[in-house]
């Protein structure tokens, strides 16, 4: 299969292997995966702030660089939501039929679901031997119904010591401008996140997106947590022989 690989603009910026970990595993699985240059914004930020005209030239460029792909894969949960569940209510807000068209006949998928889900797969045949918790993505959760599939996978890598954390299903307090909007309630709720990180006793926590993972590293960083932060493409991306990404 010929996949589209849609790296969120957060992530090309600040976690660029992310995207290099899901090309890697989808390349072992044999799947031809190409990055389309033109890519941009999803425009997610622009729409859940209020910014309805440039969120939908944004929806606009994103059907036109991703129109004609086999399958378009998201190593970003929040992301592959926004363009799921937002760009068709982008395009009824533009009075835009071609837009709600293009975007209905996308086939996007979050990364794990594709690979649970389209691929029927969850031993990619990775090892990583750590203790690692696991960390639901709210907007997966809600919008895609992602359920267990990022666990399936986990617990098929090779090495790994999957430990469940205590209060998972609650939001680590992020929320995009929430945290911004919000600052102190957003601090309190990541205070409580990175407690129940720490109960378990995990070396690293995984996500299935990075903007939750920033907001929870840096949490860690400052309280001096002793836990890293790893996007879940990542630890299935290793091998054996391989150390763990900087």
Same mark, same amino acid.
């Given at each position: 299969?010929?996949?589209?690989?849609?790296?969120?603009?957060?992530?090309?910026?600040?976690?660029?292997?992310?995207?290099?970990?899901?090309? &890697?595993?989808?390349?072992?699985?044999?799947?031809?995966?190409?990055?389309?240059?033109?890519?941009?914004?999803?425009?997610?930020?622009?729409?859940?702030?209020?910014?309805?005209?440039? &969120?939908?030239?944004?929806?606009?460029?994103?059907?036109?660089?991703?129109?004609?792909?086999?399958?378009?894969?998201?190593?970003?949960?929040?992301?592959?939501?926004?363009?799921?569940?937002?760009?068709?209510?982008?395009?009824?807000? &533009?009075?835009?039929?071609?837009?709600?068209?293009?975007?209905?006949?996308?086939?996007?998928?979050?990364?794990?679901?594709?690979?649970? %889900?389209?691929?029927?797969?969850?031993?990619?045949?990775?090892?990583?031997?750590?203790?690692?918790?696991?960390?639901?993505?709210?907007?997966?959760?809600?919008?895609?119904?992602?359920?267990?599939?990022?666990?399936?996978?986990?617990?098929?890598?090779?090495?790994? %010591?999957?430990?469940?954390?205590?209060?998972?299903?609650?939001?680590?307090?992020?929320?995009?401008?929430?945290?911004?909007?919000?600052?102190?309630?957003?601090?309190?709720?990541?205070? %409580?996140?990175?407690?129940?990180?720490?109960?378990?006793?995990?070396?690293?926590?995984?996500?299935? %997106?990075?903007?939750?993972?920033?907001?929870?590293?840096?949490?860690?960083?400052?309280?001096?947590?002793?836990?890293?932060?790893?996007?879940?493409?990542?630890?299935?991306?290793?091998?054996?022989?391989?150390?763990?990404?900087?």
């Amino acid at each position: 299969m010929r996949v589209a690989l849609f790296v969120s603009c957060f992530d090309d910026a600040m976690f660029p292997g992310t995207g290099r970990a899901a090309a &890697a595993v989808l390349e072992r699985l044999g799947h031809e995966v190409v990055y389309p240059p033109g890519q941009t914004c999803c425009g997610q930020m622009h729409w859940t702030t209020g910014y309805r005209q440039e &969120a939908a030239r944004l929806a606009r460029a994103f059907t036109e660089v991703f129109t004609g792909a086999d399958a378009v894969v998201a190593p970003s949960a929040s992301c592959a939501a926004a363009v799921r569940a937002d760009h068709p209510r982008i395009a009824r807000a &533009a009075g835009d039929p071609g837009l709600a068209r293009a975007a209905e006949g996308l086939a996007v998928h979050e990364f794990t679901e594709f690979l649970v %889900d389209v691929l029927g797969v969850a031993d990619v045949g990775a090892v990583f031997p750590h203790r690692v918790t696991y960390q639901p993505v709210c907007r997966a959760d809600r919008l895609l119904a992602t359920g267990d599939r990022p666990l399936r996978l986990l617990r098929a890598v090779r090495g790994l %010591d999957l430990v469940e954390m205590p209060g998972a299903g609650e939001c680590c307090g992020f929320g995009g401008a929430f945290a911004m909007k919000n600052a102190d309630v957003s601090v309190a709720m990541v205070a %409580d996140k990175v407690g129940h990180i720490r109960d378990t006793g995990a070396e690293f926590v995984c996500a299935a %997106d990075n903007g939750c993972l920033a907001h929870i590293g840096g949490a860690l960083s400052r309280l001096r947590g002793g836990v890293r932060v790893l996007h879940l493409a990542e630890i299935l991306a290793a091998t054996r022989g391989q150390g763990v990404p900087a």
